[in-house]
Structure formats: C-alpha cells, structure tokens
C-alpha cells in the first residue's frame, strides 16, 4: 500500500533558495520560497533576523534579486506565468513598488548599479533591447538588434555594460559586447562559429573592469577573465574533468570555481595570485547554487537524490532554514553506462526494494542543454514510492559531458535524443531492471517533446505516455513561441520552418501522430510563451480525429506551476493515468 501522505509531503515540504545578498550590504539578503504553498520572493535582513515576504500572487513569483546597496528589491511581474511582464522594485522594508517606464515585454537579464541607475533587457517580437533606465531621466534604448541578446552585468563604477548577442545567426554560441553608457561598443569577443561565449559578471571590486567569461575554446565549459579596455584575455586551465564553471569572491582574488563531473558537483576556491586551487569540502551531491561571502565563507544550496535541499555554509552552519518539516527522504539512485550509437550514455536509476523486473518511467529532462544529475526530485521519489524504476537518461544533446555532445543533436533534434533513450531503454530491458510491457515515456517541455516524438517514432517500445508541456506541432509551435526561443530553434534546426521545412516535419511529434498505439496524457499551460497552447491542441485534434486513446489535463499557469498544491495534483494525475493502463491499480 502506497503512503499517499508520503509522497505529497515532499512537495508540501517548505524549501528556500539561496538568498541573494546586496554588494554594499551583505546582511540584507532575497531569497525563494513556497513556505505559502507558492513560491515567493522573500526579504531578510541577517542583522535582524527580520523575514518579510515581497510578493503575494496567484501563480507565484520566480525572478527576483537586490540591489548593490540592499535598499531595493527588484522582482519581475508577469500574468499568470506567462513571462511576459515588466521589472518592478520596491523599497527593502516594504512599501510602494514602482517600475520603469517601459512596456512589457519577455524578459532579457537585469544588471542594477548603487547609484539606483537599472540596465533592463527586453524582447518583444521586434527583437532584443536594452534599456539605460536611471533614476531621473526617462529609460533609452542602449542596444537593439533584431536577434536574440541579453544584459548580463553592470560594471562596478556604471561605466561598463556587458551584453550576450546573436547578431551572427547562432543564439547557442553567442558573442560578447562592452558597450559604454552612450551605447558604443568598448569591445567584441567572439571565438567563433560553434563556440560559445557567457558572460558572468565583471569584478566586484571599484576601478577593476575585468569581467569573468565561460569559454569552450576546448571542447568544454570553462573560464576565463576579459579585460575589455586593454584587451587581456586569461584563461583559467583547470585540471578538472568534466565542466567547470566560476564566480568572483567579494574582493576579486580568487575565483569559487564550480566542477560538474558525471551528475556530481564539488566547489574549489581558484587563487588568482598562485595560481592553487584548493577543493572547498562538501558532501557528495549535487551544489544546485553557491556565493562566496565578505568573511570567506562559502554558502551553497545541497541536496542528493536521498536527502532533501538544505542551505549550508562551510562555517559548518546551516544558513536558512525553512519553516516546518523537511520533506521525507528518498532513495539514492545509482549510475549507469551503457553504449549508444554516439557513445556511452550515462543514466541515473532509482528504484524501489525488491527484485525485478520494475514498471519502469523514463523521466526525459527539459532543455535540451540541461542535465539530469543526483539531486532531489519529489517527482521521481513519488514515482519509486508507487514501485517504479526510474531511469533518467543524459542524452546527447544535454549539457555536462562536453561541447560536442551537447551539440550532435543540431540538425536532427528528437531524433538524436531518442536514439540513446532507445539504447538505454533496452538495456534496462535486457538487464532485468525494467519490464518491457511496463514502461512509461515522460518528460516535461523538451522532455515532452521527445515523449511526443518517441511515442510517434518508437511506437512499439513504449507502453504508456505522458507528455507535459510538450512541443507537439513544431511548425505551429515555432509561429507562436516567444522570440528567444525563435532564435533558439533556427540556431538548432539551420534556420526557420520556412528555410528547412523537410527538418522540421521530420522532427515534429504531429507529423508520426497517426503512428502512435500507446495511450497518452497531455498536460499543457493555457498561458505557456515556450510550449503554446494552439500547437498542442492541433496535436490532441489529430489524435481525436485518429481515435487514439487520449486525455487532457490543462491549467491556468503557464510552462509549469509554482503553486505546490497544482503540482501535487499534476504528479496524482501522471501516476493514476500510468497505474490505470498498466493495469497495476
């Protein structure tokens, strides 16, 4: 008998975020929450101890940050999760919020300086902006282009700007630019077709202009420190596998150094000076977020595939603790190698006690350039709970294991992916982990897509789908989408529907829908800007007109929901559908 309350009070469990702290007041920090039930945005003053909360609104609050000098707090409104919307700010301790006089838009970056001066990016289906909005004068467009861009940073001294643009065609590799407050350019850094360059944030320090900068010169993510006034570049070697990623500490001597090796991550402080690099303990997991502090410390956000989120500091303490109990423990979850047509693919899998084979869900991530790793997910503890396997498979085409691999699904997206989904499936199969007459294909967003795509493609292989926020019409998915993503999919496929149309049909769910013999549960955001909702309904009218055995769950959020309480009902909607037609209810 499965323990319902179990499973639910993972989600119900309150969790924060690491807090964000102000440059010029470190005590004053901003921090996530769902201690409501939906995720906020929430104040604390360290000195105080004093906790407020910022926003209130239906469908919660997820950007947000504070300014260098810890009096205002800048958080973005939008409707309904429709991430279209304006920034607004408003005192620390409360009061009135206000906005820049600018009309919404999807967001492009933010970057405030402690003279209260705010760069603002914006895209709208004109393009990319950015805006110079000071605290007197009327917001002026600092940068425009009808490709994708966005504000990365401010320079200490407000004389600086960094932006990442697209203007070469590629919104996956993008460029970098220093323009000055006029809006002319300091200085351009780019390495090239295929590589890309990110911006992080210049140097905390008044009068350094240095910004630090992840390359992938050598086939992977790794640092490197611009000087865009004398033209310096500094890479950072690290002898590290894996990616590598950093951060400024508060005084600019050292680098907090990032290292993300086959779904694990460790911390290393990277001294500038000599050169050493000392490895900061940390429990094996995954370090979803970390800031070096004013007094050396390093904060960090840690969790396991077992043990539940906590925000920890190496002081030993643990920084912020959210109210009521932590969420239950989980299982660990174990790896996996297995050969696929473009090399090993690693997989995690939880499973639950006992012998198998297992009902088994292939949970596909999101992205494609994110990564499935060993940290916490109520989702797939929910799913062991109710005597599933689950495997997550780091296909090609997701970030962590090089440039290369991240980027073999150009051309042909979906249906690279799939084929190491394949090759992981039927080992999971030949190993006796899964059984093959009980398997379910999941995923959300890109992860819905492939669900879509595979169901369409691989209609033998899969028993039961469940395709949540999905791409299912490419081509209508494209027309709709927000601009960003526009760019996004031409940098993916080699151009729009109109330049490569045979690439689309080929990588579009609704071209295989006549195909598909497994039942299929839709769930789709009536507001989402990244999956619309017009393309899925084209799909769920083919499957209709097919007779296809189908349902539907819709809500009233967009690409997804902060409000704990949806999510439970979406994670019993996704089990109770798969249990019902597998025949295990």
Not at 65 to 91: K, L, M, N, S, Y
Not at 439 to 449: A, Q
Request: charged letters at 25%.
């Amino acid at each position: 008998m499965v323990d319902e309350e179990l499973w639910k009070a993972r989600f119900r469990a309150a969790r924060v975020s690491l807090p964000g702290w102000a440059h010029d007041a470190p005590h004053r920090s901003v921090y996530r929450s769902n201690a409501t039930g939906t995720w906020e945005i929430y104040a604390w003053d360290r000195e105080t101890d004093v906790r407020r909360q910022v926003t209130d609104r239906p469908n919660g609050t997820w950007m947000a940050g504070v300014d260098p000098t810890g009096e205002w707090i800048w958080w973005f409104a939008d409707t309904d999760g429709d991430e279209f919307g304006v920034w607004r700010r408003e005192p620390f301790g409360g009061g009135a919020d206000a906005a820049p006089a600018l009309d919404a838009a999807y967001p492009s970056g933010l970057a405030v300086g402690s003279s209260g001066l705010a760069v603002i990016g914006r895209t709208t289906e004109s393009g990319s902006t950015v805006h110079w909005c000071a605290t007197d004068a009327e917001p002026r467009v600092l940068y425009s282009h009808d490709e994708d861009a966005y504000i990365i940073d401010l320079s200490e001294d407000e004389s600086l700007v960094a932006i990442n643009h697209s203007e070469h065609g590629d919104s996956r590799h993008m460029a970098l630019r220093i323009l000055r407050p006029d809006g002319s350019t300091v200085a351009d850094l780019w390495d090239g077709p295929g590589k890309g360059l990110g911006a992080i944030a210049f140097s905390p320090v008044a009068g350094d202009q240095r910004l630090l900068v992840e390359h992938e010169r050598r086939g992977r993510g790794e640092p490197l420190i611009w000087d865009p006034v004398s033209g310096d570049v500094r890479e950072i070697a690290l002898d590290l596998p894996g990616e590598v990623g950093a951060d400024w500490y508060p005084d600019a001597s050292a680098l907090l150094v990032s290292h993300s090796h086959h779904a694990r991550d460790e911390l290393y402080r990277y001294d500038l000076a000599t050169g050493s690099l000392e490895r900061i303990d940390t429990p094996r997991g995954v370090i979803g977020s970390a800031t070096a502090r004013p007094d050396g410390t390093v904060e960090f956000s840690w969790s396991s595939s077992a043990s539940p989120p906590v925000i920890r500091s190496t002081s030993g303490a643990v920084v912020l603790t959210p109210p009521g109990e932590a969420a239950p423990k989980s299982v660990a979850v174990e790896d996996a190698w297995v050969t696929g047509p473009g090399g090993d693919v690693h997989a995690l899998v939880a499973k639950p006690e006992g012998a198998g084979p297992f009902p088994a869900v292939f949970d596909v991530h999101g992205g494609p350039a994110a990564y499935d790793d060993d940290s916490f997910s109520p989702d797939a503890a929910a799913w062991v709970d109710h005597g599933f396997a689950v495997v997550r498979v780091n296909y090609r085409g997701s970030s962590g294991y090089g440039s290369e691999w991240r980027d073999a699904i150009e051309g042909r997206p979906g249906l690279v992916e799939l084929e190491d989904i394949k090759a992981v499936r039927d080992w999971a199969v030949s190993s006796g982990l899964a059984d093959p007459s009980r398997l379910v294909l999941t995923g959300g967003s890109w992860g819905g897509f492939i669900t879509l795509l595979g169901i369409g493609t691989q209609p033998g292989d899969w028993s039961v789908a469940i395709g949540i926020v999905p791409v299912a019409d490419y081509v209508a998915a494209y027309e709709d989408e927000m601009e960003a993503l526009q760019a996004f999919d031409r940098s993916l496929f080699g151009g729009s529907p109109a330049d490569v149309p045979e690439r689309y049909e080929a990588s579009s769910p609704i071209t295989y829908v006549d195909q598909v013999t497994t039942p299929v549960l839709v769930m789709a955001g009536e507001n989402d800007p990244r999956c619309p909702i017009r393309q899925i309904d084209n799909y769920l009218e083919r499957l209709r007109e097919l007779g296809k055995e189908h349902e539907v769950y819709r809500y009233d959020a967009g690409h997804g929901s902060l409000v704990v309480e949806e999510r439970i009902r979406q994670m019993a909607a996704t089990i109770d559908f798969a249990r019902k037609h597998l025949d295990l209810t």
